[in-house]
Each structure stands twice: as structure tokens, then as C-alpha cells.
């Protein structure tokens, strides 16, 4: 193997493989960044056998060469050691050769490095995924159904089909469900190929917010390839692996109240505000539970207190309260995840009493739920 | 007490005095901040016994109101509640008030916070500082001396005199000096104030740092006033109190070379980047040695190599190489420790052998000396 390469390129095909490898692997071939020159151009691959990412270096791209291939082949390199290497060289180009027994020279400008190297016929292969079925959502979009959800998954492994997002398909819309028991948030969006098929499958949190990171935002298609196992994101020159949960997600569709006894819309950033300030004295417990009550003239009082610092207590104007007067608590944490995942200024809560889960909706888009369970304090 | 302030000068302040509260304090009442309101502003004081912070903002400044002082008195409160409270607050004022039993009322616009206050006559005075002499250096000036030589004073509590920064004043003249043993910062510079007067002081490493975070990169005049156990910086509205280390700070003059064997002068940024990319496959022990070598044609060779990793070789074009031949072995850390403070673009090395230490200044520069101990590997 020996190809001259734009640096640039290289660091950035390094960097997104990187999302994949871990240095706690117990496949110690992982620990490396399989690089596969062709004729058509360089590949580089890091896995860590949940995930899977495949970078993609053509020869040539509108007219520029951005390698040179003088030899095709391939080799494993530590991971660790070549992506600090590869930010650090001189020059705009390297250069890349494979001598005796895996040593890997990496040459740019009067810098010179040796690096052992790994068997590349030692690296697993990645799925082999037949293509039926292609769905497509624009990046950016993806981006924003995960970002919506993925927060809300557990993180404890004692329910492990809970530390992934179930995503069913159907009818042409995906609705993206993720909840740890006390919370749980929703999304529902238009999404291009499920016309005449259906899907549900539960991908890791994980693997969602690494892909979340690797995607640019903008409104390029991604390819998603389901099947029973793996699921497959393609971009351009990208490929991202992951494994599929095992096991039926709990149907969360009882969960979310149909009714409500007490409505009230607020300005969510003021009420976001107010939420984070009185989360400041509640510290009983990990999630810094506070209080919200309904009083006159349409304001909400929200407030907490630890005896021993102090207690905080503040009104929020609302656009409007109707129904049943209320007192309830909730974790400060949870609806601070929540509101921020909420697009437009004002945002409206049905509550259905004090001791019911309460859904968190954008004022005029039902797209978005959010969902949370109330703690008893009162 | 009681008084209505502007939130940022509020946050500010407490912010600057926090850098001296920690919450690892054998004094419970040290884990507050110390509130004090008189007709003329509030000061706000921090402390960890080794260093104390004051803060002080008027009550009118420039002929605008700053503090509206209702009730003069004071309160120690929670430093690490407190400080979180008044970044969140909703309006550009604050109230504060000290109720009954040490209640501390803030309040602002919808948001009342009451924290439990402590009793500000258990907090301990700061020290007494009699100002006879006072020296003045620039506040850029000041910074730049602290940056240029604490990072090489020792992290080790074996000898704790080497854990602070020597500063030699006479003859209108500041030297500050640090070193850990295998490694010396010098730095001289003229200073205002020492004429007629002459001291020897060491000052906490620690002391050194936290005071360049406060300061502010202006030209203002600091005034320094040294007292045998506690040394005073005084900027505007600002108080920085440090105690001093016990003990005679070793003689470093004889470990300077006056002589020099090889003299090599080169681009500072190039020489850096080569260091920085030799460091990468250079682990063998904390400081990552790396090896240097005078070749043919003004080069320099650096190179370094782990063989179970790899092996990296550069080499690096010089203005000039003079005197004998070279080759030695250095911490790559403390080389580029030591780079990153001199200033031009070019600096020069003088090498006196292998084995003896070396000393590398700016080209046109000796106001800084840094000099690095050899490893032997050779």
C-alpha cells in the first residue's frame, strides 16, 4: 500500500471513524483504523463491533485529485497514535506506505514516522447489509429527531431495551419514542420510502447521539437501510453501522393522557428560567425536585426548598391557565430536558391532577411530546 | 444590611472573590462569602487562609449609582449557592437584606431567594498590612512575568519552598525565578517602588495563578506591598492577598552554564511543531524524552522511538549551528513548556555537552532564561 494523500481529508476521515473506536475493547485488532487503498480511492474503517463507521477518500472529486494511489493494499494502525499523528504534520500532503511486516511509514514534509502496524486480514469484516428497502430523511432533520429524543432513554442497564429509541415506520412517517420509566419524549415526522413498508426496531442512544455528531446539518438525504440486526446510515462517502437492540419495546402508547384537567400556556424560556433558578435550592435527591402551583391573576408560583440552605419561590406569568387549580412536583432536571427539546416561544402543559403524567407540547406543533412523571411531594 | 445593586458588577465581584473560596476547608465559615455594606459600596470577601480576595464596588462611580446602600451591616453566605443565585437572576438589579437569625432575602423582579446566612463576626479578618513601601509594576507587565516562569515550579510537597515562585527585588530591578530541579524559569524586569529597598520573597505557585485569572490584560499599575509573611496586590477595587512560603529558596545562579559548547539558533514555531510531533510516540516515562542531534547542512535531528509503537525522525533547518557536535536527550514537555514563553520569532540554544544542563533564550532577548536538565539515554 502506498498513496499520497491531502491532509486535510485524511484528518477528517480519521476523526469520524474515531467515533467508533474505544480503547476498553476486548478485540484488541479494534484499538486500530483499518485503512484500505484501491484504484478508486482510500477507505478507513473503526469499529468497536456495536458501532461501525466507514470512511471514504475518492482518488479524484470534481476534477482534483485528493490521492494519488501508487500502490493498493491495506493495513491496521493504532488508532490513538495515528489520529494524533495525522493532526499534527507539517504539510498540506502526506504521504503513506506500507514496507516490511506491517511497517507503515507517514511521511509530510521533513517529518518522518515508523508506525507498527497490524495484520489488516486479522479485522473483522463489517455486516454485509442487502439494500431492499431505502428510507430517506434529510441530515439535518435526523439530527433534530434525535436530539428530541435521545435524551430521555435510561441509563441504567437494568431494563436494556430502555437505553435505546424505538423507531416504527409506518404509512410514511417515523415516530421516534424513548423513555426511562419517569419520562418519556416522542417524534413523529413525514419520512421518504416507508410508503409500502413497515418497521420497529429499537437503535441504541448510543449509537444515535455518535451518529448525531459525525452528521453536517444540512438537508442532504441520508440513506437508512434497516434489516434485522443492523441498521446502516449512509451519507456521502460515509457509512455508519449499528447494532439493533434485542426485545419488544414496551408499548408507551396507554402511558400518554388523552385528557387533561388543567391547561396552561407560558412563555418557555421564562418559564425555563424559573424552572432553572429554583432548581438552585433543590438538592433533595438526584433530580432536584420543585413545585408548581397554580394562583390568581393567570400566574403559576414555582418553588422548592432544602431546609438546611434556603428556598426560592418565584411567579410566572402565564398566557392562559384554565381548569382545575393544581400542586404538584416534578423533577427540575426532566422538565429543563424537555423544554429545551421544544421549538417556539410558548409552549402549553395539560395536566391531568397532581399525581398523573403531564405532557409538554409546543403551543401550535403536536409533533414533539413530551412527557413526565410528577413526584409526590405535597 | 440591605441594598439594591446592578447584577453583573454583582456577578463580577463575586466571581473574582470566589477564586480564593474552596470547598476542601477544615473552617466551615471559609466556604462563604463574606458580604459587607457601608455607606460608601459592599465589599465582598473570599478566603482560604492561604489566599484572600476583596472586592469592592462603590456605591456611585462616575456619577452613576452602582449600589442603592438602604442599611449598612453584613452576612456571610454560601459561596457556592450564592454564586450560582446571582448568574441566574431574572433583571439587570438585585436586592439583597439580611431578615431575622441571619435570613438573606435576594431578590429580583418574580424571584425571591432566601438562604440561610452564617454569622459574618465568625469570619476571620484579613490580614493587617502596614504599607510603608509600595512597588508598582503594570497589570500585563505583572501576568506576563507570573506566565513566563510558574508553570515550572515543582507539583511535588517534598520540598514545598520549590512549590513558589522566588522574587528577588533590588536596584529597581524584579527577578522571579522557579524550579522544580530539573528544570529553571528566570525572569527579570525593571520595576517601580525598589530603588531604595530590597526583598527576597517566595509566593506560592498557586497564589501566582489564581491572581493572573483576576487580573485584567491592561497597563494599569498593580501596587505590591511585601510584609514579611503576606505579600498585597492591589488593583483597582481589588484587594489579592497571598501568604508567603517559609524557608530559604535555594542559590540557582551556579547552575546557570556562562560558558556554551554548541550554540544553535532557530525558528522558535518550527523547533516547537518538530518537539510536539516527536513527543507523540515518545512515552517512556511522564515526560516523554525525545532526542537531538547536530547533523550536516545546519540541521537539527529530532527523533524519538518506542518500540513496541514506533519511531519518529525530523529534521529541522537552523539559522546557525556553532561549536562542537551534539547529540542529547530532554523532556519533550518541559521544552515546549519553555518555548511557549519566550517571545520572537527566533530563539537560541546554548548547550554545554551532553550531560550539563542547557539554556535557551529569545534571540535578542535575556530578560528570559529557561534552562532544561538533560536525560542520559545516550
Given amino acids: 500500500m502506498r498513496f499520497i494523500i491531502q491532509r486535510d481529508r485524511l484528518v477528517q476521515s480519521v476523526q469520524d471513524v474515531m467515533k467508533a473506536v474505544t480503547s476498553r475493547t476486548t478485540i484488541p485488532i479494534l484499538t486500530g483504523i483499518k485503512i484500505t487503498a484501491t484504484e478508486e480511492g482510500v477507505t478507513f474503517t473503526g469499529s468497536d463491533s456495536d458501532i461501525s463507521i466507514e470512511s471514504f477518500i475518492p482518488a479524484e472529486e470534481a476534477g482534483d485529485e485528493i490521492v494519488e494511489i501508487k500502490e493498493t493494499g491495506s493495513i491496521v494502525l493504532q488508532a490513538k497514535f495515528f489520529s494524533e499523528i495525522v493532526k499534527k504534520l507539517p504539510l498540506g500532503t502526506v504521504e503513506m506506505q506500507v514496507a516490511n511486516s506491517f511497517q507503515t511509514i507517514i511521511r509530510s514534509g521533513k517529518a518522518e514516522f515508523n508506525l507498527n502496524g497490524l495484520d489488516p486480514d486479522e479485522y473483522p469484516l463489517l455486516p454485509q447489509i442487502e439494500e431492499e428497502n431505502?428510507?430517506?430523511l434529510p441530515a439535518d432533520l435526523l439530527k433534530t429527531l434525535i436530539r428530541q429524543t435521545v435524551f430521555a432513554v435510561s441509563t441504567s442497564e437494568t431494563r436494556p431495551i430502555l437505553t435505546g429509541v424505538n423507531w416504527k415506520i409506518e404509512n410514511g412517517h417515523i415516530n421516534c419514542i424513548a423513555t426511562d420509566s419517569h419520562r418519556?419524549?416522542?417524534?413523529t415526522a413525514p419520512?421518504?420510502?416507508a410508503e409500502n413498508s413497515s418497521?420497529?426496531?429499537v437503535i441504541p442512544g448510543k449509537s444515535l447521539n455518535e451518529l448525531s455528531k459525525i452528521l453536517d446539518d444540512n438537508s442532504d438525504l441520508i440513506d437508512i437501510v434497516i434489516?434485522?440486526?443492523q441498521v446502516l446510515f449512509?451519507?456521502?462517502?460515509?457509512?455508519?453501522f449499528s447494532r439493533l437492540l434485542e426485545g419488544n419495546y414496551p408499548d408507551t402508547s396507554r402511558l400518554i393522557p388523552t385528557e387533561s384537567k388543567t391547561d396552561v400556556v407560558v412563555h418557555t424560556k421564562e418559564f425555563l428560567q424559573a424552572i432553572d433558578r429554583a432548581s438552585l435550592l433543590a438538592r433533595e435527591g438526584r433530580n432536584n425536585v420543585v413545585k408548581l402551583s397554580t394562583v390568581d391573576n393567570g400566574f403559576l408560583e414555582i418553588s422548592s426548598n432544602t431546609p438546611e440552605i434556603g428556598k426560592v419561590i418565584e411567579?410566572?406569568?402565564?398566557d392562559s391557565i384554565e381548569g382545575e387549580e393544581l400542586k404538584i412536583s416534578f423533577s427540575a432536571k426532566y422538565m429543563m430536558d424537555a423544554l429545551k427539546t421544544l421549538e417556539g416561544t410558548e409552549i402549553r402543559v395539560k395536566f391531568t391532577g397532581a399525581m398523573r403524567p403531564f405532557v409538554i407540547h409546543s403551543l401550535n406543533d403536536e409533533n414533539?411530546?413530551?412527557?413526565?412523571?410528577?413526584?409526590?411531594?405535597y
Avoid at 418519556?184 to 417524534?187: G, S, T, V
Avoid at 449512509?234 to 455508519?240: M, R
Avoid at 411567579?315 to 402565564?318: A, F, I, P, Y
Avoid at 414533539?368 to 411531594?377: A, D, G, H, Y
Fill in 134 to 136: 431505502t428510507l430517506k
Fill in 184 to 187: 418519556l419524549a416522542m417524534r
Fill in 191 to 193: 419520512i421518504e420510502g
Fill in 199 to 201: 418497521y420497529t426496531v
Fill in 227 to 229: 434489516t434485522e440486526n
Fill in 234 to 240: 449512509k451519507a456521502k462517502h460515509l457509512l455508519f
Fill in 315 to 318: 411567579e410566572v406569568q402565564t
Fill in 368 to 377: 414533539i411530546t413530551q412527557l413526565i412523571l410528577p413526584v409526590r411531594t
